[in-house]
């Protein structure tokens, strides 16, 4: 088991910048950042595969957030232009696949959460 922890949230308004760590207990394979809104589903939001040359992003995300990793366990979401529909708890997960896996079950690992509120 892995354990994971994330940092970097918090209210921001409309327009405006975070970025979110991660940081792994141990070494890891695919990663990704998935997210849950008040009264709504779980839902992925960007994967990175274990040698970060593959990535992938939901749609709604896509051209304003960018997932990294380092050599040193950390996982990494920039959040850019937030609007209020991306307010949620974010979080880390891992997974024992090498590629990136948009289904959820798949992930072991599942960090605490992070709150991103974002207002207008």
């Known amino acids: 088991q892995v354990l994971l922890a994330e940092s970097g949230g918090g209210p921001v308004q409309a327009g405006g910048s975070l970025r979110l760590s991660c940081t792994a207990s141990?070494?890891?394979?695919?990663m990704a950042w998935f997210r849950q809104a008040p009264g709504k589903e779980r839902e992925f939001v960007a994967g990175i595969n274990w040698n970060a040359n593959d990535i992938q992003y939901a749609e709604s995300v896509k051209t304003r957030f960018t997932i990294s990793r380092d050599s040193n366990q950390k996982l990494f979401l920039k959040m850019d232009n937030l609007k209020p529909e991306d307010t949620a708890t974010y979080y880390c997960?891992?997974?024992?696949?090498?590629?990136?896996?948009?289904?959820?079950?798949?992930?072991?690992?599942w960090g605490q959460g992070t709150q991103v509120t974002v207002s207008s």
């Open positions: 997960a891992a997974t024992r696949e090498f590629e990136v896996v948009i289904d959820e079950s798949k992930y072991v690992d």
């Open positions: 141990g070494r890891t394979r695919a």
